[in-house]
């Protein structure tokens, strides 16, 4: 299943799942065989062949998949929702012409799969909020979201044009203590636990009973490599795969977090990405990649925030 040969290149690799997916994929396949690939260094994949490179310089992208010999290509390099609403075009222009550069490579046939994420961002207001079916209304009002639904339409296009191998997942906000999230809305839910060890109050930019889908980051990286490893036919949505994850407000993980820290605090102060969060489902309805390759998820929310503070303690 992992064929040593491989050779694996992550595109913004010192981002939130870059480094944790480059750990786990480390494992599988040996250090030497993982290239980390962003803007700047990154000290925690020290043992990684590193390259700086920036996925809209095609040519500096091609270099190093020929320098290599690299086979699979994992792109994580992005601007999320809330760094996205700041910055629109940017955030465009990253998130469209890094996936063109990346699906034309494999096109090209110098790499013969890609993994690419998508999100419960390309959902929107007018989608049914619980348990969001895989087919259904998606009009999404962020440029992240709009971003990601015209890249599932794009991947689903390669790949019955041209048979590009391209794999993907619709990640809930994911909570991980390895690494740090940065410009999402979910971010809140990492958050919550370093400034409930910390100063034993937390302040959150959502409303308390906001729900959102989120998911613990092992399963998410458990999720990513199984879907890169089932046979082709079974991967039969070439668009982007709904995962569930947990769904839960503020109120509950905090409820949840003082059970181990009963003097955490919590208060609300609601900014922009209230809207943002508005916007997208309260749960999701992950049946078709229970049905197709098989996935299971292994944290709910208590296993999760147990798992959150006694690492991070
Ligand atoms: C975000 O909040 O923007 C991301 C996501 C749900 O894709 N974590």
Not at 66 to 85: D, I, R
Not at 128 to 136: D, I, L, R, S
Not at 291 to 296: A, C, N, Q, R, S
């Amino acid at each position: 299943m992992y064929n040593k040969e491989d050779k694996i290149l992550i595109i913004g690799a010192g981002g939130q799942i870059g480094i944790e997916l480059a750990q786990e994929l480390s494992l599988l396949y040996g250090s030497s065989n993982v290239i980390a690939a962003d803007v700047k260094p990154i000290p925690v994949l020290s043992n990684n062949p590193f390259e700086k490179l920036d996925v809209l310089d095609k040519d500096a992208l091609l270099n190093v998949v020929k320098k290599h010999g690299v086979s699979h290509v994992y792109l994580l390099a992005a601007l999320l929702s809330a760094t996205g609403e700041q910055n629109p075009m940017f955030a465009w222009k990253l998130n469209m012409e890094g996936l063109f550069n990346v699906l034309e490579l494999a096109k090209e046939k110098h790499i013969t799969k890609v993994y690419w994420p998508s999100s419960i961002a390309v959902f929107g207001p007018t989608t049914p909020k619980v348990n969001t079916p895989q087919y259904t209304v998606m009009e999404p009002s962020t440029i992240y979201g709009i971003s990601k639904q015209a890249g599932e339409r794009w991947c689903e296009w390669y790949h019955n044009k041209f048979g590009v191998d391209v794999r993907s997942l619709r990640y809930p906000g994911l909570i991980g203590w390895k690494s740090a999230p940065g410009g999402g809305t979910t971010d809140y839910a990492v958050h919550i636990f370093h400034e409930a060890l910390k100063n034993k109050s937390y302040e959150c930019f959502l409303s308390e009973n906001t729900a959102l889908p989120m998911m613990h980051m092992e399963d998410a990286i458990r999720a990513t490599i199984e879907i890169m490893h089932v046979p082709a036919e079974n991967v039969k949505i070439r668009g982007s795969y709904n995962l569930a994850g947990i769904s839960f407000t503020p109120k509950e993980i905090a409820e949840e977090i003082k059970k181990h820290i009963p003097e955490f605090n919590i208060t609300y102060k609601p900014d922009f990405r209230q809207q943002i969060a508005d916007s997208w489902p309260q749960s999701i309805d992950e049946s078709y990649a229970q049905k197709d390759w098989g996935w299971k998820q292994n944290y709910n929310l208590i296993t999760l925030v147990d798992n959150m503070l006694q690492n991070l303690a």
